[in-house]
């Protein structure tokens, strides 16, 4: 696969040789978990890349449910991105203020409503503003653009879905959370939820699968790491985290060596843990 894949992944060289297409729509997706200690809307306020719009992953969610940022609506979807110019024959690139976090969880979203011309910038702001290249303050100038949806459900996954997988057993379920929280050593971030992982379950810590500073390693070594991890690639792969963001990292990384039957669970570990009646494992097992 080529370096630079607008379906899925493209250098800071191609964006800014990209950066003044008039198709080319680009999207900072900048969001930190709590002990982070950072605020994405304020550094995108502060600097971001120019042209860039701001999406919120907490607001472009499902409001109606209990669970944190799950995917809207089809027409919540569209209305937000019409709102912010993006549209039917843009080239979406996405990026992030963590190199390679959050924006995933955004390049999956357009893939789940069914748009495949978004890639997320390799290293994000990070790496772009470590090179030299220019940033902003301004707000961009805004269009309205229609978007067609059309929504890919076999790329998300339920509760009911993963819980009949794991006892099947015929799905790889690869969760990216750190390894104490993997093995129920370490205490959920969410109150009230269980300590462990969904029985049956490989650990691919999402950091495993990035170079220091944030880019996405190359497609041998990925495919190296998932080997490592005892992962069957000839199963079907669902995806899994504490929330869903992380969790499109290994999507990603997934799609970059070419395995395209993946899917997320969406509702991940602050859905599966806080049901008693759920089975969960904890250690290596």
């Not at 772009?128 to 890919?152: K, L």
Request: aromatic share 6%; net charge negative.
């Amino acid at each position: 696969m080529a370096e630079d894949d607008p379906r899925t992944l493209v250098s800071t060289e191609w964006l800014s040789k990209h950066l003044k297409d008039p198709d080319l729509r680009l999207l900072d997706a900048s969001w930190y978990l709590p002990d982070m200690n950072r605020d994405g809307r304020a550094e995108y306020e502060e600097a971001h890349i120019p042209g860039a719009r701001f999406v919120d992953i907490d607001e472009l969610s499902d409001g109606r449910s209990a669970l944190p940022h799950m995917a809207p609506p089809v027409e919540k979807f569209m209305s937000r991105m019409r709102a912010m110019g993006v549209g039917d024959g843009h080239q979406v690139v996405v990026y992030d203020g963590a190199g390679i976090f959050s924006a995933a969880r955004i390049w999956w979203l357009f893939r789940l409503m069914g748009q495949d011309n978004i890639a997320v910038l390799d290293g994000g702001i990070i790496k772009w503003r470590a090179e030299g290249r220019p940033v902003e303050d301004m707000p961009p100038v805004v269009r309205d653009r229609h978007m067609t949806v059309r929504r890919q459900n076999h790329l998300v996954r339920d509760v009911t879905q993963v819980s009949a997988a794991a006892k099947l057993g015929d799905h790889e379920i690869l969760d990216a959370r750190g390894p104490e929280r993997f093995r129920g050593e370490a205490e959920e971030p969410r109150e009230g939820l269980r300590a462990g992982h969904i029985p049956g379950s490989r650990n691919i810590p999402y950091r495993s699968l990035l170079n220091v500073g944030g880019t996405l390693k190359k497609p041998d070594e990925l495919r190296q790491v998932f080997a490592e991890a005892g992962v069957d690639l000839d199963k079907p792969v669902i995806t899994t985290c504490g929330s869903g963001v992380t969790a499109a990292i290994i999507s990603l990384a997934l799609e970059r060596i070419g395995k395209t039957d993946h899917s997320l669970y969406d509702g991940s570990w602050a859905e599966w843990g806080q049901f008693p009646t759920l089975p969960i494992a904890t250690g290596d097992e």
